[in-house]
C-alpha cells in the first residue's frame, strides 16, 4: 500500500507536469513557467501595486454588474476569472485593453459560457449606469479620482438607444468579446472550477465529523465564508492555487469571526478535505490582506489614448448632462472628427429684380426701422410716413385724427398677435410629437423585452425537452443492457 504523503507529492507532480505539457489557456491553473514571470503590465513598466489596484477595481465593477443584471453567482465568477487570465495575456496599458471595457466583455461572455444570457442592449445600459454612478458619484476627489461634477449619476440621463456613445461602446464591447475568445483560445469549459461548489459541502463534512457549533454558528459560518470567496475573486488566486484551497482559507478566515468563534475539529481538518496546510494559510494571508487596499470608486484607464479616456467621454458626459465640454475635450472632437462645411449660398441671378411693394404702401424713400425695433412699431412708422407723403401732395386734405392712427396701429398689432399665438401652436404642435415619439420608443422597448423574455423561455423550454430526452435514451440503452 502506498504512503498517502508520498501519493499526494507525486499527484501533485503530475498534476504540474500535465499542466507544463497542456496549453495553459486549456489548463484550471497558470504553469510555473508564466506565474514565475512579470505580468504583461509589468513589462510594460506599470508598477505592481498599481496593476492589484486596477483588477481589483475591475473585478468590483463586474461584481456590481452582475447585481444589477441579476445574474447567478456562478456568472460573476467565470467573468472574474476570464478577466484574470486575459490580463495575463495582455497589458493593462494597452490602449485597447482598458479594465472597464474589459470587464464589460468578461461579463458578457460569462453570461453565455454559464447559459444565462442577457442581451447587449443590457449589458450596455447596466455597464452605463455603473459609469455614471461611480464616476459622478457624490464624495470627495480622493474617493472618485476626478474633478467633481456638479450632477449626481443616479439622476443623470441615459444612454440613448442608437446614440453616439451607444454606437461606439456597443462597438467597443463586440471587439472586445472577439478579443478575449482569441486570447482564451475559445474554450472555457474545462477551465473553470470555482471554490464555491466545495464550500457548502465541506461545511456539511466539518458537522458531521466533530464540529461542535450551533445551528446559527454555522449559518454565520456559511455566510461570512462565502463572502470571502466572493472578495478573494478581486484577486488572481482563482488562477494561482486550487479551488479547494481557496475554499479551505476562506472557512479558516471565517471561522476566526467575531460573531462566528468556531474551533474546527483538528488541525488535520485541511488534509482531509485535500487541501495543502501550507497553501491554505499563505492563501487566507492574501485574503485578509485585500481589505487593507483600497479600492476607488473610479479609475480612469492607465493609457490616455484608450477610448474611455476622461477627456475623450468628457464630450458625451457634456451631451448628456447639457453641459459645455472642456476647451480640450472640443479640439479632440474637432481633430478626430472635423465639421462638416456648409454648402455655399446659391448665387444670384443676373438682371433686374422686381422689388416687392412695401406691405403699407410707402414709397422706397421710407426709412426702415433699427434693429430691435418690434414688427408693430415699424409698422407703425411706415404707415405715418405714408399719411404724411400723401398730405403733402393734396394739401386740401382732411387732417388726420388721432383715432385713425390708432385704428390703423390696432390691425398691425393683431397681426403681430396672431403671429404669435401661431408660434405658440406650433410649439405646442412640437412637444405633442416628441411625446408621441417618447411614447413609441417606449413601447418598441416594451416589445423588445417581452419579445427577449420570449425567445429566453422558448430556449429554456427546448434545452429541458432536450434533456428529458437524452434522460429517455439513456434510460432505454440501461434497461436494453440489463436485458
Same mark, same amino acid.
Not at 479551505?248 to 476566526?256: M, N, P
Not at 492563501?283 to 476607488?296: A, D
Given at each position: 500500500?502506498?504512503?498517502?504523503?508520498?501519493?499526494?507529492? !507525486? !499527484?501533485?507532480?503530475? +498534476?504540474?507536469?500535465t499542466q507544463e505539457v497542456v496549453p495553459w489557456h486549456q489548463s484550471v491553473l497558470l504553469p510555473n513557467s508564466i506565474l514565475s514571470e512579470p505580468s504583461p503590465s509589468r513589462r510594460m513598466k506599470v508598477p505592481e501595486d498599481e496593476e492589484l489596484r486596477h483588477r481589483a477595481w475591475g473585478c468590483t465593477v463586474i461584481c456590481e454588474a452582475g447585481c444589477l443584471l441579476a445574474v447567478p453567482q456562478v456568472v460573476v465568477a467565470t467573468a472574474q476569472n476570464l478577466f484574470h487570465r486575459f490580463y495575463w495575456r495582455k497589458s493593462l496599458a494597452d490602449k485597447r485593453f482598458d479594465v472597464f471595457s474589459v470587464a464589460m466583455g468578461c461579463i458578457l461572455l460569462a453570461t453565455k459560457v454559464e447559459e444565462s444570457l442577457r442581451t447587449l442592449r443590457q449589458v450596455l445600459y447596466v455597464f452605463h449606469h455603473v459609469y455614471r454612478r461611480r464616476k459622478f458619484a457624490a464624495g470627495s476627489e480622493e474617493e472618485r479620482l476626478s474633478a467633481p461634477r456638479e450632477k449626481d449619476a443616479r439622476y443623470g440621463a441615459r444612454m440613448v438607444l442608437g446614440g453616439e456613445r451607444y454606437t461606439q461602446w456597443k462597438k467597443i464591447l463586440v471587439t472586445m468579446e472577439r478579443h478575449l475568445l482569441k486570447e482564451l483560445g475559445f474554450g472555457f469549459y474545462q477551465v473553470m472550477q470555482h471554490p464555491h461548489k466545495f464550500l457548502l459541502y465541506y461545511i456539511e463534512y466539518l458537522r458531521q465529523h466533530g464540529m461542535a457549533a450551533s445551528e446559527d454558528q454555522v449559518h454565520q459560518l456559511a455566510q461570512h465564508a462565502w463572502a470571502y470567496l466572493n472578495d478573494s475573486m478581486r484577486l488572481d488566486l482563482c488562477v494561482r492555487h486550487d479551488a479547494r484551497d481557496i475554499a479551505?482559507?476562506? +472557512? +479558516?478566515?471565517?471561522?476566526?469571526k467575531d460573531d462566528v468563534r468556531i474551533l474546527l475539529p483538528s488541525p488535520e481538518w485541511i488534509e482531509a478535505l485535500g487541501a495543502d496546510? !501550507?497553501?491554505v494559510h499563505t492563501?487566507?494571508?492574501?485574503?485578509?490582506? +485585500?481589505?487593507?487596499?483600497?479600492?476607488?470608486g473610479w479609475l480612469d484607464p492607465l493609457n490616455e489614448d484608450s477610448p474611455l479616456a476622461a477627456l475623450r467621454?468628457?464630450?458625451f458626459d457634456a451631451e448628456e448632462e447639457k453641459r459645455a465640454p472642456s476647451a480640450e475635450a472640443q479640439q479632440l472632437r474637432a481633430k478626430e472628427r472635423p465639421a462638416r462645411t456648409p454648402p455655399p449660398p446659391p448665387a444670384a441671378k443676373t438682371g433686374a429684380a422686381s422689388v416687392p411693394a412695401h406691405p403699407t404702401g410707402a414709397g422706397p424713400g421710407t426709412a426702415?426701422?433699427?434693429?430691435?425695433?418690434?414688427?408693430a412699431a415699424a409698422v407703425a412708422a411706415a404707415a405715418a410716413a405714408a399719411v404724411a407723403a400723401a398730405a403733402q401732395q393734396s394739401p386740401h386734405a382732411t387732417p388726420k385724427q388721432p383715432g385713425d392712427s390708432a385704428a390703423k396701429e390696432a390691425p398691425a398689432a393683431n397681426s403681430h398677435g396672431a403671429s404669435g399665438s401661431d408660434q405658440d401652436h406650433g410649439d405646442r404642435k412640437g412637444s405633442q410629437s416628441r411625446s408621441d415619439k417618447h411614447r413609441r420608443d417606449h413601447r418598441d422597448r416594451d416589445h423588445d423585452r417581452d419579445r427577449d423574455r420570449n425567445r429566453d423561455r422558448n430556449k429554456d423550454r427546448d434545452r429541458d425537452r432536450d434533456r428529458d430526452r437524452d434522460r429517455d435514451r439513456d434510460r432505454d440503452r440501461d434497461r436494453d443492457r440489463d436485458r
Open positions: 500500500m502506498h504512503n498517502g504523503g508520498s501519493g499526494g507529492t !507525486a !499527484a501533485d507532480e503530475s +498534476l504540474s507536469a479551505c482559507a476562506a +472557512l +479558516l478566515v471565517a471561522a476566526r496546510p !501550507a497553501t492563501v487566507s494571508e492574501s485574503i485578509l490582506g +485585500l481589505y487593507e487596499r483600497r479600492i476607488p467621454q468628457e464630450i426702415l426701422p433699427a434693429d430691435g425695433q418690434s414688427k
